[in-house]
């Protein structure tokens, strides 16, 4: 099917007349799989029937002289904000670079968004850029200042994605807790204030006396800050049925020096009251974070530290990435480096911590009955289904196997469809469950598959 410019998407690039690809740039190893894909892509105009390759996002945003330089089969080159010509540099025959300086394109629920996701699930970005000045990332300079969307439009696309089947709405932004304060607002009206809370407060329920289907069911919360994670907002959270108890909290160290050189304006001991307060006003709340170790500074005391607080805050999930130095930014000035062998010998160490502690947190579950939503076929087995509970989220926090009981041999799921399911084995990461009914079956429902048992 074609879209509204006329253009349509295949799945094999050999097959493609024009190639698009959408870059990274944050980081080091980011940046090399982008151009790894480049210059993969760029083959097809050799082996394959491409005439044009278009090559966007934040790497092009950031070196669009070199890149254009290093790789002269890249037909246009787009910044991170020029998503709205994208159509046009399809239908282009020049050979163009067209890079805004400061990035300000943000979309609205009017933008037509064709789902690369399963039907079921949908990312929602409610602000662009950032204005925070942490000392090792370079996304402010590439993505620009903030730009929030006004609450009714993400309403009205929350709404919608709603009554089309969609069961999880991930909202997403550099930082969703400074959602709304680059916009502006009547002072004598500040409960209409746009802020993440009254965001919440508008989408966190079904709508009252709404027309037509409602599937929304878990709204989850892509990252927030720290000192900003308030008590007004954990509130809201408790009182809103729609969204999960799960805060992605980017944390980066626990060490007070080490937040000071990376300029994240907190300190050791509000983190530690962050979590406790998370976990007052939302018990069971699981939390996901994120960690660099090897930052400049780092000693093996202020690692220990770090070794210390994964051991002590049983967190359910954590990431862990080595410092990448990145030309521009205040942590690529600083002395006292930290070899890259020793950082990645601390990732490791770190992983292997939480390991533990994932491990037992999984154990807390079992025997539980747990809402999981079917995302479908394994691919550990075609026998076998797969979904995810409230407390993962896509794509990086593992799944639930499901199984059958005795009681339930018979039952049809399908991708979508929102399920009880008792815990009865915990893995590292994932979670074995045996179906107890289907609270809420799919809209849409492209295939139906009889589960099997395991084990
Ligand atoms: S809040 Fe996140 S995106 Fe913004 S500067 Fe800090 S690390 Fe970068």
Redesign the pocket.
Known sequence: MADESGHRITDSPESADVIVVNTCGFIGAAKEESVDTILEMAAFKKSGRCRRLVVTGCLTQRYPEEIAREIPEIDHILGSGEVAKVAAAIRGSEHTVDVAKTPDYLYDHTTPRPASQASFFRYVKIAEG?D?P?GF?I??KLRGPQRSRPIESIAAEVDALSRQGVVEVNLVA??LTTYGTDLPFDVDRPSDRPSLANLLRRIGKAPKGGSGADFLRWIRLHYT?PTATTDELLQVMAASPRVVRYIDCPLQHIDDKLLKLMRRGYTGKSVYAMIERARKHLPGVFLRTAFIVGHPGETEEAFQKLCDFVNEAELDHVGVFTYSQEEGTPSAELPELVPAKEAEKRRRELLRIQRKVAKKKRKELLGRSIEVLVEGQSEESEFLLKGRHAGQAPEIDGHVYLTLGESNPDVQLRPGDLISAKVTRGADYDLVAEVESVLQPALQKPQSRKLPVIG
């Open positions: 950032c925070r942490c990332c996304i402010p550099q930082d800050y």
